[in-house]
């Protein structure tokens, strides 16, 4: 008779522990996200898809070069010697005529190391990290554009030399007032 009281004291017990563990946390503020709908702000910085603005590339491969599984493929040619130059949003002439620029985000790692030595800065991560997909070809971003506006005009172009005789001038040796000591 004793163990069926110790028994039924037990099991009440372990009830009374689960519901006062029930009750706190019953008041407590949600932190369970419903997903689509909601999402997490991500923090700064955060390294996701990559993204190419084609129109600014000059085709010098450094991002290709830097990647350290290899998913970015680049093949450029130089442009035509009588053509009308173009010139990337920093004012950098583009010399090259990049055909293909493929980057293969299925062997991508995310490590962002191939935006860093791009001198144009038009590779870089997107806040975008919801690309899933059945098929995984879909991975494959082709950025190449055989109908791409290229910038004819030099958006910053070189500021003007300063004029020699000023420059002189400029560079003179001030007399000093009260003559020599």
């Known amino acids: 008779m004793k163990t069926w009281f110790a028994d039924l004291w037990s099991g009440f017990y372990t009830v009374l522990v ?38 600014d590339c000059i085709g010098c491969g450094q991002c290709a070069r830097a990647c350290p599984v290899n998913c970015i493929s680049i093949k450029a040619d130089k442009r035509a010697a009588g053509s009308a130059p173009i ?21 991508c790692c995310y490590c962002n190391l191939c935006t860093y030595p791009c001198p144009t ?18 991975h494959l ?6 109908d791409a506006v290229f910038l004819t005009v030099n958006p910053k172009p070189p500021a003007p030399a300063p004029a020699p005789a000023a420059a002189a001038a400029a560079a003179a040796p001030k007399p000093t007032e009260g003559g020599a000591a």
């Open 18 to 55: 689960g519901m006062d563990i029930t009750w706190r946390h019953l008041f407590t503020p949600k932190v369970v996200l419903q997903y689509p709908e909601q999402k997490w702000t991500l923090p700064p910085k955060s390294r996701m898809r990559l993204h190419l603005k084609y129109e």
């Open 87 to 107: 010139y990337a949003a920093n004012g950098q002439a583009i010399k090259l005529d990049v055909k293909v620029f493929d980057i293969d985000m299925s062997l």
């Open 121 to 138: 800065d038009c590779i870089y991560m997107t806040p975008e990290y919801e690309f899933a997909s059945t098929d995984i070809r879909d």
């Open 141 to 146: 971003y082709r950025f190449a554009k055989p």
